[in-house]
């Protein structure tokens, strides 16, 4: 029996996420690896979800989400990005991944080469595989961490069927230009491509700036199909509520898939999350202003300690640049010596790679309380006098 288990997962490790928050545990170490927020998250949300358990059904819901969710779903990105989307053109998801892995299998036949940009998500690359599609990489280089033409056209092959895009884009913190989506969108329609958008960080974007989805761009409206997560939005990770939105011949397919994976997600949850995408516009754009004050306070920390900070325009997370912090370390030996002698855990960035990793950056999440971020400013700050020989 264990000759025949699939080689693309019997083959993998424990996702880098897992394994640095459990370090952090086992070594009472501040975690700064895992993208948590350690704040309640949506007060109200969460009181309507506990009021939805006494006061609605807690039975199945429909497969496809409830159709308040789905009405709410829509609704929301009418006002916050102009698109015209209908309910039925919604699917409610357990979580993004789950929403990334029903499209994967929907959308990909044996064979089919598939565009993953680097750094990227660590669950693209065996979900791809297990539905049967070949990975080729694009890139986005450090620093400026920009999509180019250039490289769309080097990583597309004869049988390329769709790209993989995540926008803001974890872990560079970077959101992709309207140049740059009205490029991918160009490229997307030449080569009639299917673009699976992950989106998640789509309201966690600061200075002033604002998502663009890129099934807004010209000719995308019938070939994207856009994901999103209210665990971002709220704050509430533990919930595992998403969704896929596409054109209503995409969304069924995509339904097809998404039955036989988690059918459903809890009703509460879906009913509390309706109510927050109505209601809650007022608790988001406070909840970007606290995370960009601490985005802020860890980067002006760290820098005074000596480190080179990049600019982080999105997301919950921040890098360092090692080698030009004068550390000697890769990220994945700097990593470990951090949690394990300095009590901090950080994630080497080389983990949001499948080939030819960059080694020389290391990601902190900053959506922690100030008296968590102070500590481990304070701890980095000996770390570094520590590693600078």
């Given at each position: 029996m264990l000759g025949d288990m699939n080689p693309v997962y019997s083959?993998?490790?424990?996702?880098?996420?897992?394994?640095?928050?459990?370090?952090?545990?086992?070594?009472?170490?501040?975690?700064l690896g895992q993208g948590f927020p350690d704040g309640e998250g949506c007060?109200?949300?969460?009181?309507?979800?506990?009021?939805?358990?006494?006061?609605?059904?807690?039975?199945?819901?429909?497969?496809?989400?409830?159709?308040?969710?789905?009405?709410?779903?829509?609704?929301?990105?009418?006002?916050?990005?102009?698109?015209?989307?209908?309910?039925?053109?919604?699917?409610?998801?357990?979580g993004a991944t789950e929403a990334i892995a029903?499209?994967?299998?929907?959308?990909?036949?044996p064979g089919d080469e598939v565009i993953l940009i680097q750094p990227?998500?660590?669950?693209?690359?065996?979900?791809?595989?297990?539905?049967?599609?070949?990975?080729?990489?694009?890139?986005?280089?450090?620093?400026?961490?920009?999509?180019?033409?250039?490289?769309?056209?080097?990583?597309?092959?004869?049988?390329?069927?769709?790209?993989?895009?995540?926008?803001?884009?974890n872990p560079a913190g970077a959101k992709l230009s309207h140049g740059e989506l009205a490029d991918l969108a160009a490229f997307c329609v030449e080569r009639d491509l299917i673009a699976i958008c992950d989106e998640v960080w789509e309201h966690v974007v600061y200075d002033g700036a604002r998502h663009i989805p890129l099934i807004a761009m010209p000719g995308m409206r019938d070939r994207t199909v856009k994901i999103g997560s209210a665990g971002k939005i709220f704050a509430l990770t533990g919930w595992k509520v998403g969704w896929m939105c596409a054109a209503a011949p995409l969304a069924a397919v995509l339904a097809r898939a998404h039955q036989f994976l988690t059918f459903s997600t809890a009703p509460n949850l879906q009913w509390a999350v309706a109510e927050g995408l109505e209601t809650q516009d007022a608790w988001i754009a406070d909840s970007i202003v606290g995370f960009q004050r601490s985005?802020?306070?860890?980067?002006?920390g760290l820098t005074a300690a000596g480190y080179r900070v990049l600019p982080s325009g999105a997301t919950w997370f921040l890098s360092i640049d090692l080698?030009?912090?004068?550390?000697?370390?890769?990220?994945?030996?700097?990593?470990?010596?951090?949690?394990?002698?300095?009590?901090?855990?950080?994630?080497?960035?080389?983990?949001?790679?499948?080939?030819?990793?960059?080694?020389h950056l290391a990601r902190l999440c900053f959506a922690k309380a100030d008296a968590v971020l102070d500590t481990a400013i304070e701890r980095m700050s000996a770390a570094r006098s520590a590693f600078v020989r």
């Open positions: 083959s993998l490790g424990t996702t880098i996420f897992e394994t640095m928050s459990s370090r952090a545990r086992a070594m009472g170490a501040i975690n007060v109200p949300v969460i009181r309507a979800a506990a009021d939805a358990l006494t006061t609605r059904s807690n039975q199945y819901p429909p497969m496809a989400g409830l159709p308040a969710l789905r009405q709410a779903i829509a609704t929301h990105y009418a006002r916050h990005q102009q698109l015209d989307l209908s309910p039925e053109e919604v699917i409610v998801t357990s029903a499209s994967f299998t929907a959308l990909i036949a990227l998500y660590d669950a693209y690359l065996p979900l791809v595989q297990r539905a049967g599609g070949v990975a080729r990489l694009a890139r986005l280089e450090p620093g400026s961490w920009r999509l180019t033409p250039a490289a769309l056209e080097a990583a597309a092959g004869p049988r390329t069927r769709l790209i993989v895009v995540n926008n803001p884009v985005r802020d306070r860890l980067a002006a080698a030009a912090s004068g550390i000697a370390l890769d990220d994945a030996a700097f990593c470990d010596r951090l949690v394990e002698e300095i009590g901090v855990a950080a994630i080497p960035v080389s983990a949001f790679y499948a080939e030819a990793p960059v080694t």
